[in-house]
Nanobody, 123 residues
């Protein structure tokens, strides 16, 4: 029902910042809670953060608290992930995701996925 396209990944050095964007189409954006997940080679896909449909509720994984910020602009059908103080351990493919509040906040999962964008952090 909803299509998601990520952008903004790249190669940066430790300590740098990067902003990822995800544009949604084909659905009603405000119907969905949104999230960001990441997957490193040979590892599971894990949640990074989530934001409710209104933007009033936020979840972050412990590993990114204080460094990453998730936000959404409903007028632009876009969700963002601002990543500061990047570390080599943040290297992964980052995926945008959409779903219900129960899926994202309760189950740390999602119903719809983008194609992913690569983030590589060198030491």
């Amino acid at each position: 029902q909803v299509h998601l396209v990520e952008s903004g990944g790249g190669l940066v050095q430790a300590g740098d910042s990067l902003r990822l964007s995800c544009v949604a189409s084909g659905g009603t954006f405000t119907n969905y809670a949104m999230g960001w997940f990441r997957q490193a080679p040979g590892k599971e896909r894990d949640i990074v953060g989530a934001i409710s449909r209104s933007g009033g509720s936020i979840y972050y994984a412990d590993s990114v608290k204080g460094r990453f910020t998730i936000s959404r602009d409903n007028a632009k059908n876009t969700v963002y992930l601002q990543m500061n103080s990047l570390k080599p351990e943040d290297t992964a493919v980052y995926f945008c995701a959409a779903g219900t509040n129960a899926e994202l906040f309760g189950g740390h999962r999602a119903g719809y996925w983008g194609q992913g964008t690569q983030v590589t952090v060198s030491s």
